[in-house]
């Protein structure tokens, strides 16, 4: 390097120089490329899900505050507006599950999701008979 002029050894370095800032450009938009993919991932894929679990968890609150609201009532008009809210409630909750069951592939999430659906339907079953009881007057058998 000592035989070299000054011009040559300068070049040589600017060179290494722009080779060092050219690597690390694309490093950089490499990983500006990956965090891109995982931010995609988030909002798209992973948002859709939350948005359908947080759904599934107000209709549960809703249900629950229907149900409780039931036995509370005495006025039959009441008592039958209720019911039909709650019957819309069921209806909105079914296309939820429906629509989650749709979108995992995972065996676990399946697993997940049979569990869940097992679940559901003795607990629709549970209160449908207790609202066959509360609709013949057995107010105190059916709670």
Do not use: P
Request: no cysteine; proline share 0%.
């Amino acid at each position: 390097m000592k035989n070299l002029n000054i011009g040559a050894r300068l070049a040589g370095a600017f060179g290494v120089l722009v080779v060092f800032v050219v690597f690390v450009g694309w490093l950089g938009l490499s990983r500006l490329s990956l965090l891109n993919e995982h931010v995609r991932e988030i909002v798209e894929e992973r948002w859709a899900e939350t948005n359908l679990a947080v759904t599934g968890i107000a209709l549960a609150g809703e249900q629950e505050s229907h149900v409780t609201r039931l036995f509370l009532l005495k006025d039959q008009a009441e008592i039958d507006r209720t019911l039909s809210d709650i019957s819309e409630t069921r209806r909105k909750a079914s296309a939820v599950v429906e629509k989650r069951q749709s979108m995992f592939v995972s065996s676990e999430v399946k697993e997940l999701l049979s569990k869940l659906q097992e679940e559901r339907a003795a607990y629709l079953a549970a209160f449908d008979r207790a609202r066959g009881l509360l609709a013949a007057g057995q107010r105190s058998s059916s709670a």
